[in-house]
Each structure stands twice: as C-alpha cells, then as structure tokens.
T-cell receptor, first 112, second 114 residues
C-alpha cells in the first residue's frame, strides 16, 4: 500500500515566522511531488511541484525533497494570517499509474 | 494550468434522487478524475474517467452508484445515484495534462442530501 503521511496539526505559528510542513511517503522510487493549499470550503490549489532532490523556491515558499529519506517539506517564510489553510502533500508513485496520492493535510494557523 | 468549470457549485437534494455533476476543461487533458472530500477529511479518489470507455473505479465505489461519462477529452460527468445522507460531501473534478505533472481541480460541488 503506497501512502502519504502528514501530521494533521493544527500547526500554529505567529505572523512573520517560518512555518514548516512535513510529508513522508512510502515508495523510494517516486518521482513527482506536489504541495496544495486548500482554504476552508474551497478546492485545492497548487502551490509547488518538485521532482528532484534539493530545494525549490518560489516567493515565500520553499519545497525541499529528500528522496533517500522519503520526505518532502514545505517552508513558508514570513507567514501571514492569509496563509492559514490546510496544506496537502501529493505524490505520484512509480509503477504505471499517474494518479496522485494525497496525504490527509496539515492545518496551518497563522495568528497575528 | 487549466481552467476547469464544474457545475453545479452546490445543491441540496432529496434522498433517493440523483444528481449529475459536470466538469468542462478549457483544453484537452490526458486524465480526468473524480474525488470526494468529506468534512475535515482528505481527498478520496472515486474513479478515473476514461475517454470513450468505462471509468476505472477505486475500491469501495461502483458504477451503479457513481456512473461516469467522458465523451471527449475536455468533458466529464459524475452522477451520484439514489442518494442518501451519507453521500453529503464535496465532489471534485481533477485533471492532469501530461503524465506525472500537476493535477488541477475544479471549484467543487457541495452536495447536501436531506
């Protein structure tokens, strides 16, 4: 069974701090990794995709991938109250299916 | 990215009836999926909509309950049949343009069965 694991939270951080969200997955050979943000009552929206080991930065967001340790993380710098949402990690596992498997999501609360 | 139009955005339905949800994409996509998301939960894949053939259903979902059509590469429908209150959920259409690339979502359909 291929799985994506996330701590459900909530993760609470003060405004301006760095929020660190983590995700582990079960298949070492996986190639495609994604972070989505979902506001309450809305559909998921893509924040970042990452395909190779290391860091990928986009504005205040940095995705970090470590395939040897089978984890992917998302850092949000200078967190804002508007970043308060659920963050979903998704992985496309190797083996023929191109369907992403989603974690349960981590709830992030950024308080003023 | 992809522009996805999903209709209706919400509905309240009587038990025993059926609702058809439509998903229209602005251009051809490789894959279309249907997910269900119950309150406070993550996404559960219902099925992959296959163009011109029967959908591929995940464990726990059957065609009689969730018939799916995909007549072309830009359009799909999901029907929730013989509804019960347990079917109350958000239903999401999702598309992927190319293998192993990002999935995008429609706005979702919030279904309440009374």
């Amino acid at each position: 069974q291929k799985e994506v694991e996330q701590n459900s939270g909530p993760l609470s951080v003060p405004e301006g701090a760095i929020a660190s969200l983590n995700c582990t997955y079960s298949d070492r050979v996986s190639q495609s990794f994604f972070w989505y943000r979902q506001y309450s009552g809305k559909s998921p929206e893509l924040i970042m995709s990452i395909y190779s080991n290391g860091d990928k930065e986009d504005g205040r967001f940095t995705a970090q991938l470590n395939k040897a340790s089978q984890y992917v993380s998302l850092l949000i710098r200078d967190s804002q109250p508007s970043d308060s949402a659920t963050y979903l990690c998704a992985v496309i596992f190797s083996g023929g299916s191109y369907i992403p498997t989603f974690g349960r999501g981590t709830s992030l609360i950024v308080h003023p | 990215s992809a522009v996805i139009s999903q209709k209706p955005s919400r509905d309240i339905c009587q038990r025993g009836t059926s609702l058809t949800i439509q998903c229209q994409v602005d251009s051809q996509v490789t894959m279309m999926f249907w997910y269900r998301q119950q309150p406070g939960q993550s996404l559960t894949l219902i099925a992959t909509a296959n163009q011109g053939s029967e959908a591929t259903y995940e464990s726990g979902f059957v065609i009689d309950k969730f018939p799916i059509s995909r007549p072309n590469l830009t359009f799909s429908t999901l029907t929730v049949s013989n509804m019960s209150p347990e079917d109350s959920s958000i239903y999401l259409c999702s598309v992927i343009r190319d293998s192993r690339t990002e999935a995008f979502f429609g706005q979702g359909t919030r279904l309440t069965v009374v």
